[in-house]
Nanobody
Framework: QVSLVESEGGLVQAGGSLRLSCAAS????????MGWFRQAPGKEREFVAT????????GYADSVKGRFTISRDNAKNTVYLQMNSLKPEDTAVYYC????????????????WGQGTQVTVSS
């Protein structure tokens, strides 16, 4: 079993930055690929970013590429999402997730999920 706890999100103005973190406990964090997903009101959950178990591979949704950066610190059992140049359309609940199957962009590949944290970007 894995427990994932996201940091508090927040309200930020368009163009601003925010860093989310997700702390893991339980099963070996360093064995898991990690991902960030988001869900805006009235929309389906969508992929944001993913990182392989050792940080050697990353992947991003086109909508955030060049603005968001995913990273991890296996010594701290933590994955991060640095969000820059935020836009109102980035407003959503952000979830971190752990996959012991694949480094993947598909939510079905992920085994464990955090509770989510709200990010609101004002125009």
């Amino acid at each position: 079993q894995v427990s994932l706890v996201e940091s508090e999100g927040g309200l930020v103005q368009a163009g601003g930055s925010l860093r989310l973190s997700c702390a893991a406990s339980g099963r070996a964090f360093s064995s898991a690929a990690m991902g960030w997903f988001r869900q805006a009101p009235g929309k389906e959950r969508e992929f944001v970013a993913t990182i392989s178990w050792n940080g050697g591979n990353t992947g991003y949704a086109d909508s955030v590429k060049g603005r968001f950066t995913i990273s991890r610190d296996n010594a701290k059992n933590t994955v991060y999402l640095q969000m820059n140049s935020l836009k109102p359309e980035d407003t959503a609940v952000y979830y971190c997730a752990a996959s012991y199957n694949d480094y993947a962009r598909v939510s079905l590949k992920y085994d464990y999920w955090g509770q989510g944290t709200q990010v609101t970007v004002s125009s």
